[in-house]
């Protein structure tokens, strides 16, 4: 924790001879290279199980179906823990946040219009007022899918069914047949939406009575692209 609240170009410049550099309170707790050996030999998950030792022709489907096996059961506890010591207020929020990486990782993605230029696209649940982060979904390019934006907000709030919760979303996500989704599960959702969409050359549906009269959408006159 401390060195994640220092930023270093370098980890070893926690222990560099010159003063500006030097952290000399993780200097004195570990010498550079017993940190160094440990993270070398750290595993989250059974090596022997990885996905990257199975032969050939198991390889690819072993690792679509396990593709951050090495840091996934770190990820589960991390989920699990999240979700369980703290308690949403009514308004919670879907939006997406960015993990910076310059490696070399399939799953790595380019954001140029986001002040993390390049790095793991990750899908967050936040509460609405203290920006607690509840739950969290990695995207990976290698597992795109239709209705993924739908897929990702039923996902994310799974855990609120009938409780009430007013998702605030962006028109990244905003639809109507999500809203009616979420409904269903006595969730609520505010979204922003295209001001100048194409109007389809077939007449747009209109959401039923129930989607209307609790506001969920505007339905009448919206047309989504």
């Not at 919670?92 to 310059?102: G, P, R, T």
Request: charged share 25%.
């Amino acid at each position: 924790m401390s060195m994640a609240l220092s930023d270093k170009s370098a980890q070893t410049d926690f222990w560099s001879a010159h003063p500006a550099l030097r952290n000399e309170y993780i200097a004195k707790v570990m010498p550079k290279r017993r940190y160094l050996s440990i993270q070398r030999y750290f595993h989250v998950a059974d090596p022997q199980k990885d996905p990257t030792r199975i032969k050939e022709q198991k390889r690819k489907e072993e690792m679509e179906t396990y593709p951050l096996y090495k840091v996934q059961a770190l990820l589960d506890h991390v989920r699990q823990q999240c979700k369980k010591l703290y308690n949403l207020h009514p308004e919670v929020s879907v939006d997406e946040a960015m993990i910076k990486f310059h490696g070399m990782h399939f799953g790595s993605v380019g954001a140029p219009n986001k002040p993390c230029k390049r790095g793991f696209k990750v899908f967050v649940l936040a509460d609405g007022r203290t920006g607690y982060l509840s739950d969290f979904k990695v995207y990976l390019r290698k597992q795109r899918e239709d209705g993924l934006t739908q897929s990702v907000v039923e996902n994310l709030t799974m855990d609120l069914k009938q409780m009430n919760h007013v998702v605030f979303v962006d028109k990244f996500y905003t639809s109507t047949t999500l809203a009616q989704s979420l409904l269903d599960k006595g969730i609520y959702i505010t979204g922003s939406f295209n001001t100048n969409p194409i109007v389809p050359d077939r007449p747009v549906e209109r959401c039923n009575s129930q989607l209307y009269k609790s506001n969920l959408c505007v339905c009448a006159k919206m047309y989504f692209q």
